[in-house]
């Protein structure tokens, strides 16, 4: 079956950064679009970042635009979320899915705070 599990995240300062890593097993990776989700507490899950199968093609919310980066390592079955200058309204659980599937991880905390 699908497994999404998320590593990474951590308490930063705000302005510094975080490297988010989500391995994916039980389907074939490089045939799925991924996307990152993020959900702070009591407010609704929402899409942060999304890449092409290949890697091609990426885009991003208005709220990550410039601050941070979406990629992925199809041998590794590995998608990465590379954020900077991250602020306090950054604090979310994060999450990954692949778009041909409904499975999620359990996430993993991003907390910036000084």
């Known amino acids: 079956q699908v497994q999404l599990v998320e590593s990474g995240g951590g308490l930063v300062q705000p302005g510094g950064s975080l490297r988010l890593s989500c391995a994916a097993s039980g389907f074939t990776f490089s045939r799925s679009a991924m996307k990152w989700y993020r959900q702070a507490p009591g407010k609704e899950r929402e899409l942060v970042a999304s890449?092409?199968?290949?890697?091609?093609?990426?885009n991003y919310a208005d709220f990550v635009k410039g601050r941070f980066t979406i990629s992925r390592d199809n041998a590794k079955n590995t998608v990465y979320l590379q954020m900077n200058s991250l602020k306090p309204e950054d604090t979310a659980v994060y999450y990954c899915?692949?778009?041909?599937?409904?499975?999620w991880g359990q996430g993993t905390q991003v907390t910036v705070s000084s």
């Open positions: 899915k692949a778009s041909k599937f409904e499975s």
């Open positions: 890449i092409s199968t290949g890697g091609g093609t990426v």
